[in-house]
């Protein structure tokens, strides 16, 4: 078990390195034949119910699957709960669908990797988070993805290079790329064609990055072409292939109010004979229902937005009448409903590809890894050199201080980490090791557990920052309105107090952040200082 799971992780691994030196001399065969087929997974079972909503529908001939701008979220968005979202619910939708004998068509518009870190941290894991993603999409029959500003944010060229350059499915497509045959040999087509089994239905697919999206990329290699004449071409392809029905994944947005001068819209009006159009939200969440684009002579395009951070699936059900193919359209959100059922995690596709993304994470090192700044204090007080000396250091001269952090949350952080599951590892994740360990990310700060000890979990550090000096000579000022700026005057403005309160709670935010702590909305500093709040008893001053 051990070893087979062993050679799973690294054989991939060395295909991606041997592949990049062949396909530099031209062609991807040789490549793909050396590469050691990986054992197909036993098969897999959800065993959840359909939603009410669905379970009302007629089983449709074919299903739709929309879904976009996953900004790197494998997991569900942030620490508290309810948490929405992540790879694994999305996949136990598509399977309780397909459990249920659906027929379906997954495809994604793009915008699949983060364009940067958490919290400041370079964006060392966001390659590799795309390609975990599209592993993922793979494992859920996705028959098409394409190509955004967040890809291009990590370099077209690396992005696919990291995936589409080893593996053809799901397939790339962004039809108006003008030199994907000089630059992306067999990596990015025009067109696909999806019918799954059981599915009377052919669907053809294509996509364009639209003119502004495309003008905002400045992506060192990729050259894109007019989007219009590319949907002219691709939709004379999907003809000549006799397809049902048509979709264009459209990069680009419909900003504000919905005029012909939005990108998709006019992309819509200009070619009726595209059915669904799947674009670009700029809002956080989608609209319940497609934004339809009707034609003169009775036909509809239907435009289709996700929202952000992969929350929500559209599932656009089609059945194929007498009088013609007849839509319905569900907005599914990935709430708790999702979760895998209790013992359904052994064998579960995206599961396990989460797990050996952690373990990749651990195996490299990226902890190690994450490059190490200097603490803004240094500059404040020129030629000092603060180093992290640990919360165990405060607790002689802070007592009560001590008392109340030991008691808080802050004091077991990093411990919440290791614990963790689904996947474990999280100790060992940079992207989560940021907000719960001292001075992650600073000189001297924390490394990792066997390095750095005493900096596990949020201590006294990561609030009042590096306090070496503080301990060398304690009744330095200087020190002292460094590592409290929060201090309060003897007598301050109702104004003064306001400022002082709001940057306080900025502070608290710089963790606790809306997608890490959705209960800080409402009032949080004033709900949860005093949960960790320590004034030094007036006795001892
Ligand atoms: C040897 C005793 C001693 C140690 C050890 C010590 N401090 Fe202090 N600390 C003091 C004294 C004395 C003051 C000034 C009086 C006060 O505000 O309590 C002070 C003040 C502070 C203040 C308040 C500054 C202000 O003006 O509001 C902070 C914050 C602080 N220390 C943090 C720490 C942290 C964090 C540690 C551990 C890394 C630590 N101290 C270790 C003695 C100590
Ligand atoms: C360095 C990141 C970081 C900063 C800065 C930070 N926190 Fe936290 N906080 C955390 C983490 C991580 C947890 C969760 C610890 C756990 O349960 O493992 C937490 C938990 C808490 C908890 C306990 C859980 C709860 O919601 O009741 C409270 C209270 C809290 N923080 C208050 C604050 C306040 C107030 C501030 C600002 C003064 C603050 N935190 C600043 C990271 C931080
Ligand atoms: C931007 C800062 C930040 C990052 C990054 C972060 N966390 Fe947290 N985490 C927090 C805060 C703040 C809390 C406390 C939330 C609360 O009190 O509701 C917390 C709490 C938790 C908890 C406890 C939740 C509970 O209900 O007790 C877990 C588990 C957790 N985080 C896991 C992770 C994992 C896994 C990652 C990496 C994928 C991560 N965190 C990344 C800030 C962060
Ligand atoms: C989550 C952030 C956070 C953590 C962790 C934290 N502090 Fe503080 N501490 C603050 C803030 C914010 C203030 C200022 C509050 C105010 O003045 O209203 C403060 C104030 C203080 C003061 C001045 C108290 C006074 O009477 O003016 C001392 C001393 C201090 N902290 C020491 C510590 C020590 C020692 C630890 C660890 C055992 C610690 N703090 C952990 C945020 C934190």
Not at 18 to 42: F, N, Q
Not at 53 to 72: E, F, H, N, S, V
Not at 234 to 251: A, F, G, H
Not at 395 to 422: I, N
């Amino acid at each position: 078990m051990a070893t087979s799971g062993l050679s799973g992780r690294l054989i991939p691994a060395l295909g991606v390195l041997v592949l990049a030196g062949i396909s530099a001399l031209g062609g991807t065969c040789l490549g793909r034949w050396m590469k050691t087929p990986v054992p197909e997974a036993p098969p897999h079972t959800v065993g959840l119910p359909l939603p009410p909503a669905l379970a009302r529908w007629p089983k449709p001939d074919l299903t739709l699957i929309l879904t976009a701008q996953q900004y790197g979220y494998l997991l569900p968005c942030g620490c508290s709960r309810p948490q929405v979202g992540g790879l694994e619910r999305r996949y136990n939708y598509l399977a309780t669908l397909r459990e249920a004998g659906w027929a379906l068509t997954p495809v994604d518009l793009g915008d699949i990797p983060q364009k940067q870190g958490p919290v400041n941290l370079s964006n060392l894991q966001g390659l590799i988070k795309y390609r975990y993603s599209m592993q993922a999409l793979k494992k859920m029959g996705y028959a098409a993805v394409s190509l955004g500003l967040y890809e291009a944010k990590l370099k077209i060229f690396n992005i696919l290079g990291e995936y589409a350059l080893n593996d053809p499915e799901p397939k790339v497509l962004a039809a108006n790329l003008a030199n994907k045959d000089s630059e992306f040999p067999e990596q990015v087509f025009e067109t696909t064609i999806s019918q799954p089994p059981g599915s009377p239905i052919k669907v053809g697919i294509t996509a364009v990055i639209g003119p502004s999206v495309a003008k905002a990329m400045k992506d060192p290699v990729a050259k894109f072409g007019p989007s219009r004449d590319a949907i002219a071409k691709s939709l004379e392809s999907l003809v000549d292939q006799k397809v049902d029905i048509r979709v264009l994944l459209y990069q680009g947005a419909i900003s504000g109010a919905a005029t012909d001068a939005s990108e998709p819209i006019a992309a819509a009006k200009a070619f009726p004979e595209i059915d669904v159009i799947l674009c670009v939200s700029e809002e956080d969440e989608p609209p319940g229902s497609p934004l339809d684009i009707k034609h003169a002579d009775g036909r509809i395009t239907r435009i289709v937005r996700m929202g952000h951070k992969g929350k929500y699936v559209g599932t656009l059900g089609v059945w194929k009448k007498p009088e013609g193919l007849q839509y319905k359209y569900h907005l599914q959100d990935l709430g708790e409903q999702w979760l895998t059922p209790e013992g359904g995690l052994a064998g579960h596709p995206v599961n396990e590809l989460m797990e050996r993304y952690a373990k990749e994470l651990d195996r490299a090192d990226f902890l190690g890894k994450t490059p190490q700044s200097t603490h803004p204090f240094s500059a404040s007080v020129p030629d000092s050199k603060p180093t992290y000396v640990g919360s165990d250091k405060c607790k002689k001269c802070h007592e009560e201080a001590y008392k109340v952090w030991e008691g808080s949350g802050h004091s077991h952080a990093w411990q919440t980490l290791a614990d963790a599951s689904k996947p474990s590892l999280r100790h060992k994740d940079p992207e989560c090791i940021i907000c719960h360990t001292v001075g992650f990310g600073y000189q001297t700060g924390f490394v990792d557990a066997g390095k750095t000890p005493k900096l596990k979990n949020v201590g006294c550090e990561s609030c009042h920052g590096p306090s070496s000096e503080h301990l060398k000579s304690t009744s330095d000022e200087t020190w002292h309105k460094l590592m409290n700026p929060w201090k309060a005057k003897d007598k301050q403005s109702e104004t003064e107090s306001k400022v002082r309160l709001q940057r306080l709670d900025q502070f608290c935010q710089t963790c606790h952040d809306m997608d890490n702590d959705v209960t800080w909305v409402n009032q949080g500093l004033a709900k949860k200082w005093p949960k960790i709040a320590h004034p030094t008893p007036k006795d001892k001053q």
